[in-house]
């Protein structure tokens, strides 16, 4: 059975930092793309950063030079460091796993909440 937990989150002041982490269960995860979104209140869930199995990180514009995404495979874990977070950046925030680079995530966390205050 395949698990992904995050945990991390929190209240923070903007500004401030948080790390995430995304522990991995009955999977490899050096075989999956692992991908970071987010869903804040009244919107939809949105990508915010992938790391392929190479390595290659991506991240959209909104988050770019804030939060750095990685992963070790040897603890099957991936990490989302975010700093100098603002209100917006408040949402739930999810892991993914993408085996093969396909279009869709096969595997989903359950989420840990991020708020940002003013």
């Known amino acids: 059975q395949v698990m992904l937990v995050e945990s991390g989150g929190g209240l923070v002041q903007a500004g401030g930092s948080l790390r995430l982490s995304c522990a991995a269960s009955g999977l490899t995860l050096s075989r999956y793309t692992m991908g970071w979104f987010r869903q804040a209140p009244g919107k939809e869930r949105e990508f915010i950063a992938r790391?392929?199995?190479?390595?290659?990180?991506y991240y959209v514009d909104s988050v770019k030079g804030r939060f750095t995404i990685s992963r070790d495979n040897a603890k099957n874990t991936v990490y989302l460091e975010m700093n100098s977070l603002k209100p917006e950046d408040t949402a739930v925030y999810y892991c993914?796993?993408?085996?093969?680079?396909?279009?869709?995530?096969?595997?989903w966390g359950q989420g840990t909440q991020v708020t940002v205050s003013s």
């Open positions: 993914a796993a993408n085996f093969l680079d396909k279009p869709n995530y096969d595997y």
């Open positions: 790391v392929t199995r190479s390595g290659t990180t």
